[in-house]
Every structure is written in C-alpha cells, then in structure tokens.
C-alpha cells in the first residue's frame, strides 16, 4: 500500500514572490526601535485587522508594508508628537503571516512559517524529510487561501527528482 504526502497550504499573503521584499502580515511580531528614545522600543504582534499599538501614537495599520514603509509611517506619526525623534527601526522577529501546514508521511508533520516561501521539496525536508512509507511519486498540494483555494495538484515529485529537474516544482 503506498501513502501520500499530502499539503495543506495557507498563504495568507497572495502573490508574494521571491522578487519581492517581505511585507509585514498578521501574526507577524515585530520590534519597533527609537534610536533618540529607547523607552518607546516596543515588541509587539501584528493582529488579525493588520495592526499594532505603539506606545504616544497608538495603532498603526502594519499589514502589506514592508518593513521600511512601515518605518516611514511610524517616523510620520510619532514626530507630530516629537519632532526629536528622527529614526524609527522596524524589524520582524517571527514570520508568522506566511503559513504552510504539511500533513502525511513527512517525519514532522504541522505547521511551518517562512520569511519566504520554500519549494516543496524544501517544505518536506523542513519537516524532517519523507517516511520510509512515503510515495514522492503521489505529493498532493491543496491551496488554502487566494483564488484557488481548495485546488488539488499532484505533483510526481520522483520523477523531478531523477531527471534533476527541481526547478520545475509548481510554486507554492
């Protein structure tokens, strides 16, 4: 009886290439330094709508910027408070917005969070690599969020695998 790898994928980002810079999203936690004043430093988690609380300024939209945008924004906000405060870091401590749930004959199935999303047979190494019962030839996607949620592809993992040619493996 052969078994399949089966993934469940949530990428809560859509369309987020390897071209692109990494933008901020729920869940992310993220640190926001002062340089001029270090007791405003916050550590915070993004939530659901997309926002932090920052300590003077309160909530700020975080959701689909980058880090310096975010940055920017932040600057914005806090210098109409103190206009000595001239640098503002922002900086993700954990990427927790791209999210990819692996299920199946992997030796640690569950959930895995990216900075970037990987190919699948990275996912599957990730997760400690197949089980000896596993079939690479039977690797079974399942989309779950953007326009083709709910999609099943099946991808003959194997096959790519001997013929070298990784780089073929549908993007995730």
Sequence with gaps: MKYKITLSILLLLSGLSLAQEYKVGPEDVIRVTFWQQPELNTVAKVTQDGKISLPVIGEVQTSGLTTEELSKTILEKISFYNRNISQATVTVME?????????????NPGKYTFEVIPNVWDLIREAGGPSESADLSRVEIIRGTGSESGKSEIVNLKRLQEKEELDKLPHL
């Design 95 to 107: 990427y927790n917005s791209l999210k990819i749930f692996i299920q199946g004959q992997v030796l």
